[in-house]
C-alpha cells in the first residue's frame, strides 16, 4: 500500500509509519524481506518526507532485527547513495550495527513510537478480567 504512487500521501506515510509501530510488538523476522524491499522501493521514489518517514521505520526494524538487518545494508546504501537521500541516525545505528557495537537506546524506536496511545489501550486489554464459564473451562481442561 505504501509503496503504491497513487495512494495518498497522507495514507502512505501513515502505512510506513505503522510498520515501525508494529516492530516494537511483533517479531517481523520471517518477513523482513517483504517488508524492507518495498521500503527501499519508497526510497527510490519522489517523496522526500516519506523518505525520512521510511528511514525512521528502517531504523527501528534494525533494533528488532539485529545483526540479521546486515544483509540489507548493502541494497539501503545502494539506494540511499543513487537518491543523495540523507539521514545521520540511520547511518550510526547501521555503522554501530556492523562493528558490533550496542545500538545507541536513544535513537531506539521507544523513543519516537513509546508515547503512543494504542500502547495504553493494549495494556488495557490485557489487565482486564475476562468472564469465564466455570463448567465450559472444566470440560476443556478434562478433554
Known amino acids: 500500500m505504501f509503496e503504491k504512487p497513487g495512494q495518498p500521501h497522507a495514507i502512505r506515510k501513515q502505512a510506513i509509519e505503522t510498520l515501525g509501530r508494529l516492530s516494537r510488538q511483533v517479531n517481523i523476522s520471517e518477513f523482513a524481506a517483504k517488508i524492507i524491499h518495498p521500503l527501499?522501493?519508497?526510497l527510490d521514489g519522489n517523496d522526500t518526507a516519506l523518505k525520512q518517514t521510511t528511514l525512521e521505520t528502517l531504523s527501528a526494524l534494525?533494533?528488532?532485527?539485529?545483526s540479521d538487518y546486515k544483509h540489507f545494508v548493502p541494497t539501503i546504501n545502494k539506494v540511499l547513495v543513487a537518491n543523495k537521500v540523507p539521514h545521520t541516525n540511520y547511518s550510526l545505528i547501521v555503522s554501530k550495527l556492523q562493528k558490533g557495537e550496542s545500538l545507541p537506546q536513544d535513537l531506539s524506536p521507544d523513543s519516537r513510537y513509546g508515547n503512543d496511545d494504542d500502547d495504553l489501550f493494549m495494556t488495557e486489554i490485557s489487565t482486564r478480567k475476562l468472564a469465564v464459564n466455570q463448567q465450559?473451562?472444566?470440560?476443556?481442561?478434562e478433554a
Do not use: E, M, P, S
Not at 534494525?62 to 539485529?66: D, E, K, N, P, R
Open 40 to 42: 527501499a522501493r519508497v
Open 62 to 66: 534494525i533494533f528488532q532485527l539485529g
Open 136 to 141: 465450559h473451562l472444566k470440560n476443556a481442561w
